[in-house]
């Protein structure tokens, strides 16, 4: 059984500067939840929990993971002020999605997205 507050499935992001990264998450998706020196970072967004931790115990991974937001144009453009590359801009998909993919500077892609 999970911890309270998370899901059987934590996605753990390694990366070189994960003081940047928690600063990124919570300018660009309004994530919660602090940087600490020497423990991942327990950063929520939405319902969900993101833990961000840095290269000491493991290399950095390159990730992508999927973000359910309430606007993704806003979203998109939040990414793109905060530093991140848009790989894709925002789009209506076929499965009904409103999607756009940034690559954020820490080795993460983000697939942000909406359904209607």
């Known amino acids: 059984m999970p911890a ?6 934590t996605p753990r992001l390694f990366c070189s500067d994960p003081q940047g990264l928690v600063a990124f998450l919570k300018h660009v998706f309004d994530a919660a939840g602090e940087y600490e020196e ?22 950095a991974t390159h990730s992508c993971l999927y973000v359910y937001v309430d606007d993704v144009d806003a979203t998109y453009r939040r990414a793109i002020g905060a530093g991140a590359t ?8 076929p499965w009904g999605d409103r999607r756009a993919i940034v690559a954020d500077p820490y080795g993460t892609d983000w697939q942000i997205a909406a359904r209607d």
């Open 4 to 9: 309270r507050g998370f899901h059987s499935v």
């Open 38 to 59: 020497g423990r991942p970072a327990e950063m929520t967004i939405g319902d969900s929990i993101v833990m961000v931790s840095g290269t000491e115990a493991r290399a």
């Open 86 to 93: 848009g790989l894709e801009e925002p789009a209506e998909m």
